[in-house]
Nanobody, 115 residues
Framework: QVQLVESGGGLVQPGGSLRLSCAAS????????MGWYRQAPGKQRELVAT???????NYADSVKGRFTISRGNAKNTVYLQMSSLKPEDTAVYYC?????????WGQGTQVTVSS
């Protein structure tokens, strides 16, 4: 059993910053990659950023230069530092982990960017 727990969402004004955290626990032997996805109301879930176990990073064009994904010292953690937030960044953000045993999702954390 693998669990992903996200934290750090909330309400922020345009131009502000937030940091999301995700910790994976359970029967974890090998993590191939971790990442963040988001889903806005009425839209499909989309990739935000991923980071592999070799620390290769990939970002959606819409967040390049504003968001930074990183892994924690405890390698089962991943962070998303979000800056210069825009109203269009409003969504539920989901953590994902690709493990040797499969792909797992967190429950999601709401990020709302509004004045």
């Amino acid at each position: 059993q693998v669990q992903l727990v996200e934290s750090g969402g909330g309400l922020v004004q345009p131009g502000g910053s937030l940091r999301l955290s995700c910790a994976a626990s359970g029967s974890i032997f090998s993590i191939y990659a971790m990442g963040w996805y988001r889903q806005a109301p009425g839209k499909q879930r989309e990739l935000v950023a991923t980071i592999t176990r070799g620390f290769s990073r990939n970002y959606a064009d819409s967040v390049k230069g504003r968001f930074t994904i990183s892994r924690g010292n405890a390698k089962n953690t991943v962070y998303l530092q979000m800056s210069s937030l825009k109203p269009e960044d409003t969504a539920v953000y989901y953590c994902n982990a690709d493990l040797d045993s499969g792909s797992y999702w967190g429950q999601g954390t709401q990020v709302t960017v509004s004045s």
